[in-house]
């Protein structure tokens, strides 16, 4: 009798209180939805306008800032003009061995040829000779030309594939039409390929990337010889105006030239071989170039140092190579890259950072200074040209989409550093 009593009292006062739970529950999750509800709604509208603001900044800023760049440049001494030649990063350029003609390639996925950069209808006067679709190699990525190179005559232009490093060429006729070219191969190195390099005779040309190896092709694509040059990182690669020798420089002071020889009747490859050492530099070598004459070979290394080197030498009786003179930098803190002598080899031009200081080499007295050639603080050049006619010389900076054109000083008017 007692238990149906006990068991009836917490029947009485449970189910009550159970059902109030329950009630309560009910309504705490109805406010916690109604919040959580309001919380999404607000981080959505959130996530909607910052997507809008990214969305204006990236349609709006970007041009302003290009416009408001290339006005910068435009204002600065002896700037010739800005060339809009591509919708995202150039990534190599090269200019027509004998005329203003210029070869420009993007990772927009074009290569172009601009016949003459100064024309004000330079964009309409310029044609497209290849566009690479991701399509064509069945890889999910696009390709792009990341290095490229005129023959002599002007009349071939090589460039390498970035992704698929296929190695392409092209003749360019003086009707401006185009005719595939028949090389067509893979290069194989192993890493993407820093740059590429034609004999001017068309018997072989040269690929090299970041590692201390290059590669020499015949003209049909058939690899020559593979060198391992010990440089530990190739920085710069450069072949001499006759043919003759190949030029490396890289991570260690030394420069090496390599000779390649063929069979006078039949041009068959016969071997390359190293025949002269340039010492002296305490540090990695960044950029070389030999001269017009094919009897000089300058140097920038990273300790700030340009020298001048005599290479005509009767190397085969083992005589060294003659260090001709040193040039004083401009700036003591400037990272020297890049040298380049001009098509009459009267100036040497040499980047340092941003700038490109011109040396007359008949009195070695430094005359002008190009500052500012990218337009943007701590951007550097990162490759520059002289024209094939000798009065223009283009930069671009790491990065930019656009070639800086810049007018050659021209001795006594230029004068001022």
């Given at each position: 009798?007692?238990?149906?009593?006990?068991?009836?009292?917490?029947?009485?006062?449970?189910?009550?209180?159970?059902?109030?739970?329950?009630?309560?529950?009910?309504?705490?999750?109805?406010?916690?939805?109604?919040?959580?509800?309001?919380?999404?709604?607000?981080?959505?509208?959130?996530?909607?306008?910052?997507?809008?603001?990214?969305?204006?900044?990236?349609?709006?800023?970007?041009?302003?800032?290009?416009?408001?760049?290339?006005?910068?440049?435009?204002?600065?001494?002896?700037?010739?003009?800005?060339?809009?030649?591509?919708?995202?990063?150039?990534?190599?350029?090269?200019?027509?061995?004998?005329?203003?003609?210029?070869?420009?390639?993007?990772?927009?996925?074009?290569?172009?040829?601009?016949?003459?950069?100064?024309?004000?209808?330079?964009?309409?006067?310029?044609?497209?000779?290849?566009?690479?679709?991701?399509?064509?190699?069945?890889?999910?990525?696009?390709?792009?030309?990341?290095?490229?190179?005129?023959?002599?005559?002007?009349?071939?232009?090589?460039?390498?594939?970035?992704?698929?490093?296929?190695?392409?060429?092209?003749?360019?006729?003086?009707?401006?039409?185009?005719?595939?070219?028949?090389?067509?191969?893979?290069?194989?190195?192993?890493?993407?390929?820093?740059?590429?390099?034609?004999?001017?005779?068309?018997?072989?040309?040269?690929?090299?990337?970041?590692?201390?190896?290059?590669?020499?092709?015949?003209?049909?694509?058939?690899?020559?010889?593979?060198?391992?040059?010990?440089?530990?990182?190739?920085?710069?690669?450069?072949?001499?105006?006759?043919?003759?020798?190949?030029?490396?420089?890289?991570?260690?002071?030394?420069?090496?030239?390599?000779?390649?020889?063929?069979?006078?009747?039949?041009?068959?490859?016969?071997?390359?071989?190293?025949?002269?050492?340039?010492?002296?530099?305490?540090?990695?070598?960044?950029?070389?170039?030999?001269?017009?004459?094919?009897?000089?070979?300058?140097?920038?290394?990273?300790?700030?140092?340009?020298?001048?080197?005599?290479?005509?030498?009767?190397?085969?009786?083992?005589?060294?190579?003659?260090?001709?003179?040193?040039?004083?930098?401009?700036d003591t803190q400037v990272d020297l890259l890049q040298v380049a002598f001009s098509p009459d080899d009267n100036l040497l031009a040499v980047v340092g950072n941003d700038s490109v200081a011109f040396y007359?080499?008949?009195?070695?007295?430094?005359?002008?200074i190009l500052r500012g050639c990218t337009g943007q603080v701590g951007i550097d050049i990162k490759k520059f040209s002289f024209s094939g006619d000798g009065t223009l010389l283009a930069t671009i900076g790491?990065?930019?989409?656009?070639?800086?054109?810049?007018?050659?000083?021209?001795?006594?008017?230029?004068?001022?550093?």
């Amino acid at each position: 009798m007692h238990l149906f009593w006990l068991l009836l009292f917490l029947a009485l006062v449970l189910v009550p209180g159970i059902a109030v739970l329950k009630l309560q529950n009910a309504q705490n999750t109805q406010v916690d939805g109604s919040a959580q509800g309001r919380s999404q709604r607000s981080e959505s509208k959130r996530i909607q306008k910052l997507k809008q603001h990214r969305k204006t900044f990236k349609e709006s800023t970007p041009k302003t800032r290009v416009g408001s760049l290339f006005g910068q440049l435009q204002e600065k001494p002896h700037c010739a003009g800005v060339l809009q030649c591509h919708t995202e990063e150039v990534t190599c350029f090269a200019f027509h061995p004998k005329k203003r003609c210029l070869l420009s390639c993007s990772s927009d996925r074009s290569v172009r040829v601009w016949w003459d950069p100064m024309d004000k209808q330079a964009r309409f006067s310029s044609v497209t000779l290849f566009t690479c679709a991701a399509s064509e190699y069945k890889v999910k990525f696009p390709d792009s030309a990341e290095a490229c190179c005129w023959s002599k005559d002007g009349q071939l232009i090589l460039f390498v594939l970035s992704h698929t490093r296929a190695i392409r060429s092209y003749d360019v006729l003086k009707n401006k039409k185009l005719l595939s070219g028949s090389l067509d191969v893979v290069s194989t190195q192993k890493s993407s390929v820093k740059d590429i390099e034609l004999d001017p005779l068309r018997r072989y040309f040269v690929t090299y990337d970041d590692n201390s190896s290059f590669v020499v092709w015949n003209m049909r694509g058939s690899v020559l010889t593979r060198v391992d040059t010990h440089q530990v990182r190739n920085n710069q690669m450069a072949i001499s105006p006759d043919g003759r020798f190949i030029a490396s420089a890289g991570f260690i002071g030394d420069v090496y030239l390599w000779e390649i020889l063929f069979q006078k009747d039949s041009n068959e490859f016969i071997e390359l071989r190293k025949v002269i050492d340039l010492k002296g530099h305490r540090a990695g070598v960044k950029g070389l170039a030999f001269s017009h004459d094919r009897k000089k070979v300058a140097t920038v290394c990273k300790d700030r140092t340009i020298r001048i080197w005599n290479i005509d030498v009767k190397y085969k009786l083992e005589e060294d190579a003659k260090l001709l003179f040193s040039l004083e930098p401009w700036d003591t803190q400037v990272d020297l890259l890049q040298v380049a002598f001009s098509p009459d080899d009267n100036l040497l031009a040499v980047v340092g950072n941003d700038s490109v200081a011109f040396y007359l080499l008949e009195t070695r007295k430094l005359i002008t200074i190009l500052r500012g050639c990218t337009g943007q603080v701590g951007i550097d050049i990162k490759k520059f040209s002289f024209s094939g006619d000798g009065t223009l010389l283009a930069t671009i900076g790491q990065g930019q989409s656009f070639i800086s054109l810049w007018n050659v000083p021209v001795m006594p008017s230029f004068s001022n550093v």
